[in-house]
């Protein structure tokens, strides 16, 4: 598992070391935070004046309104009495057009600024304009707030799992990115192997299944693992798939990223015929064949293949027990070659299996 960051910054602190046991939490890196720190600080300070914004608008500008609302209904109400009296006071011919003119405008002023104080208190209401700019300003705030805290978090890269450290590539003073592979952390638990299997023998898998696997630098040990997982895709690239075996009883010489080699047991067959896989001609075409010994002359014979595995094929048609065929790769012979027998040691023909 690989450990990385996931901002950039210079590494203030890495307190442990290759080959180190660490359980889930345990800091494995520490960034200079003083930047975020005071970051995160400012942001929350931006959402203290956001919520007193809020808070303001709720508690004085709309009670504010309210009052002005108010006292601009009772300057309306004044000035459409004095129009009432005026308008009298004109019919009976005690005052000209001019006064009464002006008492007219003073109606349309006071319900222009009732108009005014009336959406004042709109906005500042829930659902309002500036009430709800006022929300905005508080969400944006907040978002801002959390951003700052995650960066801050960021600058602690803690173990995800219980594990062990096998590689170690920071030191204090390093300026790291994101994308780089800091720590290797071997987890503890179960021990998997990840293997690439040939996509043609997809149809030849199932969980369950049992292997025998060995690491390339020990070959002369087995252990026994079991079939978990099967990837739903096939990389492309190698015409492969994935596939993840347990290892029950793993053995400490295992090591993470060791190369080992696994035998499925995808069949198992009683009495069955087999050919070592390197007197083989064309086993991965459609029409396989061998070089049987055909008393003094070599012969070409046919072959149909059944399973595969530790360095043995089946074969359905084409030989008997019995049969002797020649190696692949062996040089200047032929179909109708001529052949003489010499005296060589036994070969065990048994498969790999236990």
Do not use: C
């Not at 005014?116 to 009430?131: E, I, M």
Request: no cysteine.
């Amino acid at each position: 598992m690989n450990i990385g960051t996931q901002i950039t910054g210079k590494v203030k602190r890495v307190p442990v070391t290759e080959g180190q046991s660490v359980r889930v939490g345990q800091v494995l890196i520490e960034l200079e935070s003083a930047e975020w720190s005071a970051a995160l600080a400012q942001a929350d300070a931006a959402v203290s004046q956001a919520r007193a914004r809020l808070r303001q608008l709720r508690e004085v500008q709309a009670p504010v309104a309210v009052q002005v609302v108010r006292q601009a209904q009772v300057n309306l109400d004044n000035a459409r009495a004095q129009l009432r009296r005026n308008t009298d006071l004109f019919r009976q011919g005690f005052v000209g057009q001019a006064a009464l003119d002006d008492v007219h405008k003073s109606v349309d002023l006071a319900e222009s600024q009732l108009r005014s104080s009336q959406s004042q208190l709109d906005g500042t209401r829930v659902g309002g304009s500036d009430y709800a700019m006022a929300e905005t300003a508080l969400a944006q705030a907040m978002a801002g707030a959390a951003m700052a805290h995650s960066r801050l978090v960021y600058a602690t890269i803690a173990a995800p799992v219980d594990g062990t450290l096998i590689d170690r590539a920071v030191e204090p003073g390093d300026v790291v990115q994101p994308g780089k592979a800091l720590m290797v952390l071997s987890p503890a638990g179960k021990t998997q192997l990840v293997v690439q299997i040939d996509e043609k023998n997809l149809q030849l898998l199932a969980p369950g299944q049992k292997a025998v696997a060995s690491a390339d630098a020990y070959p002369e040990k087995r252990l026994t693992a079991e079939l978990v997982y099967i990837n739903p895709g096939v990389d492309v690239q190698r015409g492969s798939v994935e596939v993840k075996l347990d290892v029950p009883e793993a053995p400490a010489y295992l090591r993470q990223d060791m190369t080992v080699s696994v035998d499925i047991q995808v069949a198992q067959r009683s009495q069955a015929v087999l050919v070592a896989s390197d007197a083989l001609h064309d086993a991965d075409r459609a029409e396989p064949w061998v070089l049987k010994v055909d008393g003094r002359h070599a012969r070409r014979q046919p072959v149909r293949l059944g399973l595969r595995g530790g360095g043995f094929s089946e074969v359905l048609e084409g030989l008997r027990p019995g049969d002797l065929v020649l190696p692949a790769k062996t040089a200047d012979i032929h179909d109708g070659s001529r052949l003489r027998a010499v005296l060589a040691a036994p070969v065990d023909t048994r498969p790999a299996w236990p």
